[in-house]
């Protein structure tokens, strides 16, 4: 099975602009959820979407949001940037059966605000 | 709010010492607990799980850990390290049913040949 893809790896943008990232989940996976990482902050939970809805939500501005689609892939959208949202963004998928699934990360989008 | 606290932000070991990660929660129900590993360059990937049964859960590459639920503990133990552990390591909590997996600030192994 192919694994968590995230597009683009890499982005560069600046103040005020917005952004939006893409995760595809490993096939069969219908939970995703997404994750800010940062030196010293280490993962922080933005949020978790199973069946095109929000299941979880974790302690982001309102500018952090994020949607399912029915084939499971997932975007999130961050707008008005700041420079403190340069970070990596990992996406991570699970299995249906839930509460006790293990989650499988992307390679990540390494977002820098400038 | 639940809480997850590794005590050693930054360790450097030599090799074929032994290694013991902190990993402490602040939650006191029914917790799933995760140790993933980032090796450098690469995606986060799971070391071990506890769910239930045996607290004494083996992993890969022969990480091992306890959950000791007294101490709301579960630490990360390798006999002997090699060269190849060195890495990020990351504990992570879940509550029990579907809530949001918390992770720890994560500690960087640096294992010297």
């Known amino acids: 099975?192919?694994?968590?893809?995230?597009?683009?790896?890499?982005l560069i943008k600046t103040r005020g602009q917005q952004v939006t990232l893409s995760c595809?989940?490993?096939?069969?996976?219908?939970?995703?959820s997404w994750y800010q990482q940062t030196p010293g902050q280490g993962l922080q939970f933005l949020f978790e979407y199973f069946s095109e809805t929000q299941r979880n939500k974790g302690n982001f501005p309102g500018r952090f949001s994020g949607r399912q689609f029915s084939n499971s892939r997932s975007e999130m959208n961050v707008s008005t940037l700041e420079l403190g949202d340069s970070a990596l963004y990992l996406c991570a998928s699970s299995h249906p059966k839930g509460g006790t699934d293990t989650q499988y990360f992307g390679p990540g989008t390494r977002l820098t605000v400038l | 709010a639940q809480s997850v606290s590794q005590h050693n932000h930054h360790v450097i070991l030599s090799e074929a010492a032994s290694l013991e990660l902190g990993c402490n929660y602040s939650y006191g129900g029914t917790v799933n607990l995760f140790w993933y590993v980032q090796y450098p360059g690469q995606h986060l990937q799971l070391l071990l799980k506890y769910f239930s049964g045996d607290?004494?859960?083996?992993?890969?590459k022969g990480f091992e850990a306890e959950?000791?639920?007294?101490?709301?503990?579960?630490?990360?133990?390798?006999?002997?390290?090699?060269?190849?552990?060195?890495?990020?390591y990351f504990c992570a909590v879940k509550r029990g049913g579907y809530q949001k997996v918390t992770f720890g600030i994560g500690t960087k192994l640096q294992v010297i040949p």
């Open chain 1, 1 to 10: 099975k192919a694994g968590v893809t995230q597009t683009p790896r890499y």
């Open chain 2, 67 to 88: 959950f000791i639920k007294s101490k709301f503990s579960f630490n990360l133990r390798k006999p002997s390290v090699q060269w190849s552990d060195t890495a990020e």
């Open chain 1, 24 to 32: 595809s989940p490993i096939s069969g996976h219908r939970s995703v």
């Open chain 2, 55 to 60: 607290p004494l859960v083996k992993g890969i």
